[in-house]
């Protein structure tokens, strides 16, 4: 294990929302400024898994636990050739909000402090929020957009600026969000005696789909998110997969017109984002939540059943229920907080998807099943 001491010095820094509301705490990570809208996340673990996943591109979280940080920051070890510890190559989160950071942390794998990985990636952080108060705001009035800003040691706090400034700030969602995440060619992952290929359509993956499907015995082909059914039917695969990732569904029409071309041709799974992206292309409507489901505990109930499953989740958009009267999908599992849908499955076909993220990283594996139900489908497809 590698120590490492408090590196953290003090430097002001400020969370300012689009209404005016603003938080004063200590910058930790890069001295910086970053825009995004504001989210929160009720998981009380897996912050290296956390800022590593793609969906949250765009977005600037906090973390309701009060305490960041204590286990440090594992090391990029490399797995099947991906990354065994994070679900992607980077930080994806535009920052980073806690209540109370850690600078000594203590853990085997550790390598170096959360403060210490943030300034490597470019990314502020801000500690000593009253991370309660933001939570209820964001519960109460939905997700805003904000900014978060931290100055460099001995730098002054222009808080007027920063009020002015949250006046107009971008939403992020309005822009191509999956094109920043997805890869720009082909990436081929391969397992001793596969038994299947799958070609994965990439809109913000997390790495470990892929080690679950690897880890099945099945060979992966990721391909960009705009990938054309005729492009990806070349590869000859046995199955489709439509991945997690960022942002407005609506925005991906690219991956929507290839699943509305790829359903009834191949067994399709999809995941998150994947499975607002079925429904869209089965002509089935999506709408922006409140202020979404981010967290490790999330129940999901199987209305085939009436068995409910506690998932990882984070997605800040859902399928309508209203739509299922008119499109060959039907509900399948639903939350059992707020009763909005959580699983899908075609009336006819050996095609499905799930809201949440059922390879966990970090959170409950009860529902990896849903794993070997698609190479089941592919099997006797």
Same mark, same amino acid.
């Given at each position: 294990?590698? %120590? ?7 430097? =002001? ?5 689009? +209404? ?7 910058? *930790?990570?890069?001295?910086?400024? =970053? ?18 996943? !793609?969906?949250? =591109?765009? #977005? ?63 990314? !502020? ?7 309660? /108060? ?25 808080? +007027? ?12 969602? #309005? ?8 890869? @720009?060619?082909?990436?081929?992952? $391969? ?14 993956? $997390? ?22 059914? @005729?492009?990806?039917?070349?590869? =000859? ?22 699943? /509305? ?20 292309? %089965? ?12 967290? #490790?505990?999330?129940?999901?109930? +199987?209305?085939?059943?009436? /068995?409910?499953?506690?998932?990882? #989740? ?16 039907? !509900? ?5 907080? +707020? ?12 095609? *499905? ?8 990283? !970090? ?5 990896? *099943? ?5 190479? $089941? ?5």
């Amino acid at each position: 294990m590698v %120590q490492q001491l408090n590196s953290c010095k003090s430097k =002001k820094a400020a969370l300012v929302l689009e +209404d005016g509301t603003f938080f004063l705490g200590k910058g *930790f990570g890069a001295a910086t400024k =970053k825009t995004g809208e504001v989210v929160f996340s009720t998981s009380m673990v897996g912050y290296p898994e956390a800022l590593t996943d !793609p969906s949250y =591109k765009g #977005q600037i979280l906090a973390l309701t636990y009060p305490l960041v940080g204590n286990y440090g920051v594992p090391p990029n070890t490399l797995d099947l050739g991906i990354p065994l510890y994070f679900e992607s190559d980077r930080i994806q989160t535009s920052g980073l909000i806690i209540h109370e950071l850690c600078t000594d942390p203590f853990h085997w794998a550790s390598t170096r402090t959360l403060d210490k990985w943030l300034q490597d990636e470019g990314i !502020p952080g801000i500690s000593g929020v009253d991370t309660r /108060r933001l939570t209820k705001k964001l519960r109460t009035h939905g997700v805003m957009l904000g900014i978060i800003k931290v100055c460099e040691e001995g730098e002054e706090l222009n808080l +007027d600026s920063l009020l002015e400034e949250a006046k107009n700030i971008p939403d992020p969602n #309005q822009t191509d969000l999956v094109k920043e995440v997805s890869v @720009k060619a082909p990436v081929h992952y $391969k397992v001793d005696n596969a038994k299947r290929n799958v070609v994965l359509i990439d809109c913000g993956v $997390k790495y470990n789909i892929i080690r679950n499907l690897l880890k099945r015995g099945i060979n992966v082909i990721r391909v960009p998110y705009d990938f054309s059914a @005729k492009e990806i039917l070349e590869y =000859k695969p046995d199955g489709i997969f439509l991945s997690n990732g960022p942002g407005d569904p609506k925005k991906c029409t690219k991956a929507i017109e290839s699943a /509305r071309e790829l359903v009834g041709k191949l067994p399709l799974m999809g995941i998150c984002l994947g499975a607002q992206i079925l429904a869209l292309s %089965q002509g089935g409507d999506t709408y922006k939540l409140k202020y979404g489901h981010r967290s #490790q505990n999330q129940p999901a109930l +199987d209305l085939k059943n009436n /068995r409910c499953y506690i998932t990882t #989740q984070n997605h800040g958009y859902a399928i309508t229920n209203e739509c299922f009267s008119k499109i060959p999908l039907e !509900p399948w599992f639903v939350n059992a907080n +707020d009763k909005t849908v959580e699983g899908v499955k075609h009336k006819s076909k050996p095609v *499905f998807a799930v809201q949440w993220h059922p390879e966990a990283s !970090p959170g409950p594996y009860d529902t990896e *099943f849903l794993f070997d139900m698609f190479l $089941k489908n592919m099997e006797t497809a």
